[in-house]
Nanobody, 116 residues
């Protein structure tokens, strides 16, 4: 059984920074990609950023480009999301997603609230 656990969420003021982590445990054979998604209240879940584990290639949603940075530690099977210059529009539950061949795994999410 594979489990993903996000951490690092919380309340932050506009302009602040947070760093999220997503740690995996269980029988993961080979992760192709790691990604972060988020879901704001009353909105659909949206993709935020992805990283290809083998090459380190990253892609970002336009809304976070230049402010967020995704990285990974393959040995620890952990993904990170460094979030800078946060605004209230970044508020939501952040989920990590790992793709392992034909399988995809989701964490339970961590709440980010950007408010003064």
């Amino acid at each position: 059984q594979v489990q993903l656990v996000e951490s690092g969420g919380g309340l932050v003021q506009p302009g602040g920074s947070l760093r999220l982590s997503c740690a995996a445990s269980g029988s993961i054979f080979s992760i192709y990609s790691m990604a972060w998604y988020r879901q704001a209240p009353e909105k659909q879940r949206e993709w935020v950023a992805s990283i290809i584990t083998s090459t380190g290639t990253t892609t970002y949603a336009d809304s976070v480009k230049g402010r967020f940075s995704i990285s990974r530690d393959n040995a620890k099977i952990t993904a990170y999301l460094q979030m800078n210059s946060l605004s209230p529009a970044d508020t939501g539950v952040y989920y990590c997603n790992y793709v392992d061949g034909p399988r995809g795994y989701w964490g339970l999410g961590t709440q980010i609230t950007v408010s003064s």
